[in-house]
């Protein structure tokens, strides 16, 4: 990815690896749109799923990272804004896969059942990989994107 603005958002579950893949991402150069939650305090997922597709659809962001207990919840709220391709992934073949074949824009991780250095290692599958484009153009045009 060019740009290299990353948005971020989790709820009270997500927050602490949001916190960890914030510093992860800072030390690999990307600047950082951090959209909350900014504590442990108890939060409704679906608003910062909102809040994620928000600023990719106004681009002032081109991609994202969020992040609730299990990334179910929230990657629904998120991929509710045809801006937003938010791929719930749990290892690096799926992060490399989402950005390959789907053009995801959004990387969803669940807090609750990923660890820290496999989120780390799904977060630079993510950044570093590419979308082939070619047969999965197509398809992902299917899926609204804008």
């Known amino acids: 990815m060019t740009d290299k603005t990353v948005a971020l958002a989790a709820d009270h579950a997500g ?6 893949l914030a510093k992860e991402l800072t030390s690999l150069g990307y600047s950082l749109l951090d959209l909350g939650t900014n504590g ?4 409704d997922y679906p608003d910062y799923g909102k809040a994620i597709a928000t600023a990719l659809a106004s681009k002032k962001a081109p991609c994202g990272v969020i992040v609730c207990g299990t990334g179910i919840g929230i990657s629904i709220a998120a991929n509710r804004n ?3 391709r938010a791929a719930l992934c749990h290892d690096t073949t799926t992060a490399r896969l989402a950005r390959q074949h789907n053009d995801a824009n959004v990387l969803a991780i ?3 059942i990923t660890g820290l250095e496999t989120a780390k290692d ?3 599958a993510f950044l570093d990989t590419p979308f082939e484009g ?5 398809r992902v045009e299917k899926l609204g994107a804008p």
């Open 134 to 138: 070619g047969r999965h153009a197509g």
């Open 82 to 84: 045809p801006a937003v």
């Open 122 to 124: 799904i977060l630079l």
């Open 40 to 43: 442990p305090e108890s939060v």
């Open 15 to 20: 927050y602490e690896l949001k916190q960890c």
């Open 110 to 112: 669940g807090a609750r």
